[in-house]
């Protein structure tokens, strides 16, 4: 696939996987993020950078996007 131009290589990824290849991936980072706050005490900033966002607000944006409450607020319910 590396030869391919971008445009291809996108509509090949959606029509496979039903999302685009932005959304799979942030999907993933998502995940993990939700995993290290389920079961570690890094901060918001940490565990942005560790899934890769520069910035804990790249992370925020995201995460809130996918699942319509911040990190912060999906770890405060679960310490509940």
């Known amino acids: 696939m590396e030869h391919y131009n971008t445009g291809y290589y996108s509509e090949w990824f959606k029509k496979n996987m039903s999302v685009s290849a932005k959304e799979y ?5 998502i ?3 939700k995993q290290l706050l389920l079961n570690t005490d890094f ?3 940490q565990i942005a950078q560790l899934v890769g ?7 925020t944006r995201v995460f809130k ?3 319509d ?3 912060a607020q999906f ?6």
Not at 75 to 80: G, S
Request: glycine share 0%; net charge positive.
């Open 31 to 33: 995940d993990r993020a």
């Open 53 to 59: 966002y520069s910035h804990n607000s790249a992370l």
């Open 69 to 71: 409450i911040t990190p």
């Open 65 to 67: 996007s996918f699942e």
């Open 75 to 80: 770890r405060r319910n679960l310490r509940k």
């Open 43 to 45: 901060s918001i900033l």
């Open 25 to 29: 991936i942030q999907s993933l980072r």
